[in-house]
């Protein structure tokens, strides 16, 4: 589900800082995530706008804002899990 607002490519930025356990990238590190479409550093760019990182003047650095930490440590889980072993399922 993606939060609204957010394009797949922002939400991808934001996952690379969880995968590495940074809170700080330079602009090389965001331009090297491999996106499905589009990349380079308009994500993380526009990311600033919405909150979720800060930046240096030049661009060179990106860092997490509170907004974005807070994002990140949402955690979802499914609804019902166990389904492959029959748990929550009732037959009728």
């Known amino acids: 589900m993606l939060i609204k607002g957010m394009t797949p490519e922002e939400i991808r930025v934001l996952q690379e800082y969880r995968r590495v356990g940074a809170e700080t990238m330079d602009v090389a590190a965001i331009k090297a995530i491999k996106h499905p479409e589009g990349g380079g550093d308009a ?10 990182l800060a930046s240096d003047e030049a661009r060179q650095s990106f860092t997490l804002t509170t907004k974005a ?16 072993s029959g748990e929550g399922e009732h037959a009728e």
């Open 43 to 52: 994500p993380a760019i526009s990311l600033i706008a919405k909150g979720y």
């Open 69 to 84: 930490k807070e994002f990140l440590a949402y955690d979802p889980k499914p609804e019902f899990e166990g389904g492959a």
